[in-house]
């Protein structure tokens, strides 16, 4: 199982990157996927996840109406559109992948077994 991160970088407040996933070495359609972050000094935090069964989605409430999560099952691809970006925004993206998930559960990355190296993502002027 490998999930390798792409698409971080420097971007001015309210501006746009769109992260990417690319899943191998398992069936992305069985497997919960999740985006999690961490900022230099914190914990690492659930930002959007999306469960194997219907779909369903975690967002936090600090990304609401701004992130997007979506896959791709076909290309084994799993993508974080972040829109308006607030410098609190800035950490390291992580991707992560795990077996199937009650929706009360998708937002702790401790129910995740598979994760990429990240990617960096810093908002500043």
């Known amino acids: 199982v490998q999930l390798v991160e792409s698409g971080g970088g420097l971007v001015q407040p309210g501006g746009s990157l769109r992260l990417s996933c690319e899943a191998s070495?398992?069936?992305?359609?069985?497997?919960?996927i999740g985006w999690f972050r961490q900022a230099p000094g914190k914990g690492r935090e659930g930002v959007s996840c999306?469960?194997?069964?219907?779909?369903?989605?975690y967002l936090a409430e600090s990304v609401k109406d701004r992130f997007t999560i979506s896959k791709d099952n076909g290309e084994d691809m799993v993508y974080l559109q972040m829109n308006s970006l607030k410098p609190e925004d800035s950490a390291v993206y992580y991707c992560?992948?795990?077996?199937?998930?009650?929706?009360?559960?998708?937002?702790?990355?401790?129910?995740?077994?598979?994760w990429g190296r990240g990617t960096q993502v810093t908002v500043s002027s």
């Open positions: 992560a992948a795990t077996g199937p998930l009650l929706i009360s559960d998708l937002s702790d990355p401790n129910n995740y077994d598979y």
């Open positions: 070495g398992f069936v992305l359609g069985y497997y919960a």
């Open positions: 999306i469960s194997t069964d219907d779909g369903s989605v």
